[in-house]
Nanobody
Framework: QVQLLESGGGLVQAGGSLRLSCAASGHTFNSYAMGWFRQAPGKEREFVAAISSSGGSTNYANSVKGRCTISRDNGKNMMYLQMNSLKPEDTAVYFC??????????????????WGQGTQVTVSS
């Protein structure tokens, strides 16, 4: 089992950048595939990005492709989401997720068993 804690959210102007972090507990972080999802008020949770356990494979939603980069540091049990050129429509609570399937880079939220509590990102126009 793994526990996840997001940080790095905040208020930023459109065009700005943020880096979200996800800290994971446990000794087997490098066997977990990880993902970022987001949920805006009144909307369903949606996929942002995913990364395999080794970091060798990634997957991005079309809405963030070219603006966001997912990465991980297995030595530190950390995952990151660098977000650039932020838009007001990026405003949401961002969640990190994990699943013990090393090659998984799924955009489907139900494929992930473990979730953090989320960090708020607000982009002002």
């Amino acid at each position: 089992q793994v526990q996840l804690l997001e940080s790095g959210g905040g208020l930023v102007q459109a065009g700005g950048s943020l880096r979200l972090s996800c800290a994971a507990s446990g000794h087997t972080f490098n066997s977990y595939a990880m993902g970022w999802f987001r949920q805006a008020p009144g909307k369903e949770r949606e996929f942002v990005a995913a990364i395999s356990s080794s970091g060798g494979s990634t997957n991005y939603a079309n809405s963030v492709k070219g603006r966001c980069t997912i990465s991980r540091d297995n030595g530190k049990n950390m995952m990151y989401l660098q977000m650039n050129s932020l838009k007001p429509e990026d405003t949401a609570v961002y969640f990190c997720a994990a699943e013990s399937m090393s090659r998984l880079i799924s955009p489907i939220s139900s494929d992930y068993r473990y979730w953090g509590q989320g960090t708020q990102v607000t982009v002002s126009s």
